[in-house]
């Protein structure tokens, strides 16, 4: 049974349009879709098409996008899916006109730099007292606004909400998996961005197939035991948000931080590697590894990472040190 009424989307992203579509396409209801551009707004009213970050996907005749926050005044549910960096600040802007009662399913892949916060931390402290959900897992936008089939995650630590939001998101081909392990599921989402970046820069120097399996298989280690010393449940990461997320980053192309990593690997500047695309693996690492160090928490492929996007390692020191670590028994 679907119990969620109106929806909001903020922002007007890849992501925030592939999931306000689905939002539309899961239930006849309202979703508002937010952008902060009010120009970008109006054109994807008129063309119905979001020209700049889905191009070629019609827009769900149910999706209203627009710049007044004062729409977004009537939406029980809010996914927030502007990038980790921003959530605070559009968080800030924008509570004063959401329904104090509206639950906030987060969908942001990251850690705030500067406080090293987890996403559900920084909704916390912007909005006290507010349902906070976190929404996660492989799909990539362009898979889930053609329709083709995609399974996320969607925790709360309000167990019966968690089941009632990924009821009200789910369609034939999105499917909403629930679950009460919110801290899991953001840390499988913010970290595996980072590990798909080694595993991009390993394929760019060219290192092989088998240093790519061995990469991802590492990097899930080190996964579990952040996870383990952040108080998240190891089962969650051995599903859709960390596992899954992390094969499907780690292996395509289309990952926009496996890209970043390869284009490292292939001797590009940071700058140039970035290409103006959002990589959250590049801005989260450096709060991943302190996250990391805080717990006492080994994690040599985050910490090579964080070092490449610090411009402090350059890429041959980072696997000379990998490959020249003690070998030990696996865990
Ligand atoms: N694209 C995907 O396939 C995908 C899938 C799952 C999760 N995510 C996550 O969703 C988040 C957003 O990614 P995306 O792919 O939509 O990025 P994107 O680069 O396609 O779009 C980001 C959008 O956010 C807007 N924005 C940036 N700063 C803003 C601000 N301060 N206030 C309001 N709007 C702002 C931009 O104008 C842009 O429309 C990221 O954390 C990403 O990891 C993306
Ligand atoms: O393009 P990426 O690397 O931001 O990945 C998009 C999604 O997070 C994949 O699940």
Sequence with gaps: MNTIGP????????????????????????????????????????????ARHLPGVPLHPGVLPTADPTTLAEAEAVLVVTPAQTLRGVLTALRPH???????????????????????????????????AVLSGPSFAADVARGLPTAVTLASRDGPLA????????????????????????????????LAIACGAAIGRGLGESARAALVARSFAELMRFA????????????????????????????????????????????????GK????????????????????????????????AGTLQLDDAIGGLLSRPLRAEE
Excluded at 118 to 124: N, S
Excluded at 163 to 182: E, I, K
Excluded at 230 to 245: I, Y
Aim: glycine share 14%; proline share 4%.
């Design 98 to 132: 959401l329904a104090p009662g509206a639950a906030l399913i987060l969908c942001a892949k990251g850690i705030e730099r500067g406080t090293d916060a987890f996403m559900t931390d920084v909704a916390a402290q912007v909005a006290p007292g507010a349902s906070i």
């Design 163 to 194: 089941a009632a939001l990924a009821a009200a998101l789910s369609g034939p081909t999105f499917r909403v998996y629930h679950g009460n392990d919110p801290r899991g599921v953001e840390i499988g989402g913010a970290a595996k961005n980072v």
């Design 228 to 275: 383990r010393a952040w108080e998240a449940r190891p089962e969650t990461l051995m599903g859709l948000s960390g596992l899954g997320d992390l094969v499907l980053s780690a292996a395509s192309a289309q990952s926009r931080n496996f890209a970043f990593g390869e284009r490292l690997g292939r001797g590009a500047s940071l700058e140039e590697a970035a290409g």
């Design 278 to 309: 959002l990589a959250e693996g590049a801005l989260t690492a450096s709060g991943l590894v302190a996250l990391a160090r805080r717990r006492e928490v080994e994690m040599p492929v985050a910490e090579a990472v964080a070092g490449l996007v």
């Design 7 to 50: 929806v909001a989307v903020l922002g007007g992203g890849a992501w925030g349009t592939a999931l306000a579509n689905a939002a539309a396409a899961s239930a006849p209801r309202r979703v508002t879709l937010w952008m902060r551009d009010a120009g970008a707004a109006a054109a994807m009213a008129g063309t119905r098409e979001n």
